[in-house]
């Protein structure tokens, strides 16, 4: 879905020439679809269809957590977001996940890569004036094709989660690493998107919460 | 030649619909959640994720194995299991395993 997001945004930029391309395309491909009768016509209805509900799924936050409702509480699970980057070390993922009546702490999970297999010792996630930091544990590391795959757990402050998901802040990820700083800073349009979402969602689990 | 790509894409795309793996499938567009496995194990406080991504019926990339997702979240005690798939028109497709436990 952020893909699709993402092509619509970019299509956006295009340049004249660019733009004139894809029109000359679109035409030449519905023509094509055109003479194809039926199958055309359902062809280029599904792709109108996929822009609407790709749209309409963006600003909805049930595609982007799960909620289990179980005998001691309800556990919640915001799916994983690509919304740091690091210009070497590449992106930062991360999920969280939240139980209720245990003890306020949520668990953040999150993936990033390195060249090398030195584990991160911990992580300090700044929004404004909220800061979520504190040493991490490791849940793997694997090689890749290039480099390493790490892959860390540590634990939040839940009241926190919704005062980090501020849209106006340019928040920063910093992983300290065997006596280094490795600064992940946010993609500005995907934290736009997604921090609206993830406010609501941790709004909403205190509401529930608080019944 | 435009007529026969324009009849590959339209039937990949309808070919992939049919592959979703859900209890219904929704030809334009599928949102569908569903339980695969439960296990004797008692409560659940950590969820891991995998999923796989289709392209036009005619790419399909990724893990989905409830062994990844629960190492995703260092489960080591399975609780249940559920699935989520989604599918544009056959054209964008991802299933998502989710796996709940200790």
Excluded at chain 1, 42 to 55: D, I, M, Y
Excluded at chain 1, 112 to 119: F, I
Aim: glycine fraction near 10%; hydrophobic fraction near 40%.
């Amino acid at each position: 879905m952020w893909g699709f997001t993402r092509s619509i945004r970019s299509s956006s930029t295009a340049t004249d020439r660019e733009r004139r391309e894809i029109e000359s395309g679109l035409h030449s491909w519905a023509a094509a679809a055109g003479r194809a009768s039926w199958i055309g016509r359902l062809f280029l209805a599904g792709f109108f269809a996929v822009g609407v509900v790709s749209t309409a799924a963006g600003q909805n936050i049930r595609p982007h957590y799960v909620s289990k409702a179980e005998a001691d509480g309800t556990i919640y699970h915001t799916f994983p977001v690509t919304l740091f980057e690091h210009p070497e070390a590449g992106d930062l993922t991360f999920d969280i996940t939240y139980k209720e009546h245990r003890t306020g702490r949520a668990t953040l999970n999150f993936t990033c890569y390195s060249d090398e297999s030195v584990p991160v010792d911990s992580v300090r996630f700044v929004s404004g004036r909220t800061v979520m930091a504190g040493p991490v544990a490791k849940i793997y590391l694997e090689p890749e094709k290039r480099g390493w795959k790490h892959r860390y757990t540590f634990e939040v402050d839940a009241l926190l989660l919704c005062g980090f998901f501020d849209e106006t802040a340019l928040p920063e990820v910093t992983l300290h690493v065997g006596g280094q700083s490795r600064v992940y800073r946010v993609k500005r349009s995907a934290w736009r998107s997604y921090a609206p979402i993830g406010c609501r969602i941790f709004e909403m689990i205190r509401v529930n919460e608080a019944r | 030649m435009k007529k026969l790509l324009a009849g590959i894409f339209a039937c990949a795309a309808l070919l992939s619909v049919g592959c979703a793996k859900s209890p219904v499938v929704g030809g334009i567009y599928t949102d569908v959640k569903d339980g695969l496995a439960v296990t004797g194990n008692a409560g659940s406080s950590k969820v891991g994720t995998a999923e796989v991504k289709g392209y036009v019926g005619l790419v399909a990339l990724g893990d989905a194995s409830i062994q990844t997702a629960a190492r995703e979240a260092g489960i080591t005690r399975i609780h249940h299991v559920d699935y989520q798939t989604k599918s544009y028109v056959g054209v964008y497709t991802i299933y998502t395993i989710i796996v709940y436990g200790d």
